[in-house]
């Protein structure tokens, strides 16, 4: 598996404080993605990026930025969280040669 | 409309039977991936198996089959031969589009849960 760690692993928080979640890679792939999962939702992109600095929104982005400074860390930022942000996020990374996505661990968030 | 669909919210099986898990898809591009995802109850996703659009032959990987229908567009699934660890969450997933003009991000269908019985 791909040395993908994410932290923190759990999180409670309350309304309207800012959260950052972190994912790290030691594999040097260059696409990293941030996923959310919520019950009859299935996973649903929220950013991912394809280069250090280079990031782009998914399906549902809005309330969520990120930053990529560095190949091997991926920043998940809610500025401002709310209770619709409790969920499960999910960091992925796939390298160039094979679009497979391989996950990390998760982060449970909940957004009191 | 629903981009990916897994019409079994819950499927049961006995042990050692095998077992189909259910994927339609809709896309007017030429190009795409499908990709099939295992969560346990521990939470993780597993990479199952993958299948490009372009393959001729349908994709296998151990007990894990792929029944590739391109003209009906579906990608179900087939565990053979179950054991009592399968019992998971199992996720459907569409790349649309190329890799290298989509950056790969992947479209997911809600899940059908598998139970294999003893």
């Known amino acids: 598996d791909a040395g993908i760690t994410q932290s923190p692993r759990h999180k409670v928080t309350e309304t309207g404080t800012p959260v950052t979640l972190r994912c790290h890679q030691t594999?040097?792939?260059?696409?990293m993605y941030w996923y959310r999962q919520d019950p009859g939702h299935g996973l649903r992109l929220i950013h991912y990026s394809y280069g250090v600095k280079d990031t782009d929104k998914g399906e549902v982005s809005d309330g969520y930025s990120v930053s990529r400074s560095k190949t091997e860390d991926f920043l998940l930022t809610l500025e401002s969280a709310t209770s619709s942000q409790t969920s499960v996020y999910f960091c992925?990374?796939?390298?160039?040669?094979?679009?497979?996505?391989?996950f990390g661990p998760g982060t449970r968030l909940t957004v009191l | 409309a629903q981009k990916i669909t897994q019409t079994q919210p819950g499927m049961f099986v006995q042990e050692k039977e095998a077992v189909t898990l259910d994927c339609t898809y809709d896309?007017?591009?030429?190009?795409?991936?499908l990709f099939w995802y295992k969560q346990p109850s521990s939470g993780e996703m597993i990479f199952l198996i993958y299948?490009?659009?372009?393959?001729?032959q349908n994709a296998t990987e151990g007990r894990y089959s792929l029944n590739f229908q391109k003209a009906r567009k579906s990608a179900n699934l087939v565990i053979s031969a179950s054991q009592l660890g399968d019992s998971a969450m199992y996720f459907c997933?569409?790349?649309?589009?190329?890799?290298?003009?989509?950056?790969?991000?992947?479209?997911f269908g809600q899940g059908t849960e598998l139970s294999v019985k003893p």
């Open positions: 896309t007017s591009d030429p190009s795409y991936g």
């Open positions: 992925a990374l796939s390298g160039a040669l094979t679009d497979t996505q391989y």
């Open positions: 997933a569409m790349r649309e589009g190329s890799f290298y003009n989509q950056g790969g991000k992947l479209i």
């Open positions: 299948q490009g659009s372009y393959d001729q």
């Open positions: 594999e040097n792939h260059r696409y």
